[in-house]
């Protein structure tokens, strides 16, 4: 029989794993620092992917559900130079496999799915060890304690549970993100509006980038990328709002003002965020009662496939599990055997997708991998680590 299985971190990987635990009847409960559901913003709209998320969510008896979210005309995506020239608009023609969501809404959909009482709210793991034989002690920061024969982490980028199964630590790669919001963009900013369009928007030149998506009620949710040394954004004193922005502002000079707007206007105080991975490849030798699964395994570059491969994992974790009902190691086992290359070959393309946005040639190398045309299209990964379909790029929120 399972054990009762301990999933540390309530994000959609976690929350995905718990549900699909649930349907096939193996009790799990997910600790969570957060204190509640709303204690922080999700993030924005996510492209959730008919090779990987989508099945997930039918792993988890909540497909139908999850398409009465869907942003409807979201898919729309257009790209253009620092002169504000479109070089490629593709319109919503609702044949595209990616339907885009709201995080918090999607979020919430797996919340609802759970018996009350799954989550543990307000639970920080600040250690974990090893008991031996398979079992495994979580501490809390209130000091409470847990102890467990089946933990599974789900805390994402900086992890504690990974330290129980590799030493690896996410790297800076390069790239900083400054995330900044415009509302009511109709009626208050109707020039950045038209430029952006009805969903995602590249506006890219080598090393620097501002990218945003058009969300529901004419919200703006901007992306700032540049490639510069931590040292730089450091230097940067956020607290200060309108000298932040300034600076920021000053790394696009001389581009055209409906897309410097975007940051100049910004309604929201900006956020900086740094661009982290771990190893390419990183995976762990098989340690007993323990496995990771999302940004805990495979921290990757933002390209709209992170929050699909953690639900994906979720579920073939929650598969594997209930297949495996006397034989817990070897549930692990076959979830690992399929995560490792999955997940390296999902990495490398984020990667080489992250990089091209930001290249010598950028933003024709975006171009040309959206069309298809010269050394820069690629089929990504699907679940099985082989090539299948288009990828799309997408700058969601660095964890």
Not at 127 to 151: I, K, N, P, Q, W
Not at 177 to 206: K, N, Q, W
Request: hydrophobic residues 40%.
């Amino acid at each position: 029989m399972t054990p009762a299985v301990t999933i540390i971190g309530a994000g959609l990987g976690g929350l995905t794993l718990a549900r699909v635990l649930h349907v096939h009847g193996i009790p799990a409960t997910v600790y969570e620092a957060e204190t509640s559901p709303t204690a922080r913003t999700q993030g924005g709209l996510l492209d959730i992917h008919d090779h990987n998320g989508q099945p997930a969510l039918e792993a988890a008896g909540l497909f139908e559900e999850f398409l009465g979210l869907v942003h409807q005309g979201a898919e729309a995506s257009r790209v253009l130079d620092k002169d504000g020239k479109v070089l490629l608009d593709e319109p919503d023609d609702g044949t595209g496999g990616r339907p885009e969501v709201l995080r918090g809404a999607l979020r919430r959909l797996l919340l609802d799915s759970l018996p009350a009482g799954t989550i543990r709210w307000g639970h920080k793991v600040t250690t974990v060890r090893s008991l031996g034989g398979g079992r495994h002690e979580v501490t809390f920061a209130d000091a409470s304690t847990v102890t467990t024969g089946l933990l599974v982490g789900a805390d994402g980028a900086w992890s504690r549970v990974r330290s129980l199964v590799s030493d690896a630590r996410p790297e800076y790669v390069g790239t900083c993100m400054i995330e900044t919001y415009l509302f009511d963009s109709d009626t208050h900013h109707p020039a950045s509006a038209r430029t952006v369009g009805e969903g995602s928007f590249f506006a890219l030149a080598p090393g620097k980038g501002i990218s945003a998506h058009r969300e529901p009620d004419g919200v703006l949710h901007t992306y700032v990328s540049l490639t510069k040394p931590q040292e730089w954004l450091d230097a940067i004193d956020f607290t200060d709002a309108d000298a932040a922005t300034a600076c920021v502002a000053a790394e696009f000079h001389g581009w055209a003002p409906e897309l410097t707007a975007l940051i100049t206007d910004g309604e929201t105080a900006p956020v900086p965020r740094t661009v982290h991975a771990l190893p390419t490849g990183h995976r762990w030798d098989r340690v007993p009662g323990v496995t990771l699964l999302g940004d805990a395994a495979h921290l990757m570059c933002p390209s709209g496939e992170g929050a699909n491969l953690a639900m994906y994992d979720g579920a073939e974790l929650g598969n594997a599990l209930a297949a495996h009902p006397d034989d817990t190691e070897a549930a692990l086992t076959a979830y690992e055997e399929a995560l490792f290359p999955r997940s390296a070959a999902a990495a490398a393309d984020a990667y080489r997708i992250h990089r091209l946005c930001l290249d010598d040639n950028a933003p024709h190398s975006l171009v040309d991998f959206f069309t298809g045309d010269g050394e820069t299209g690629w089929a990504p990964a699907a679940p099985d680590g082989t090539r299948d379909g288009r990828a799309h790029p997408s700058f969601s929120r660095p964890s």
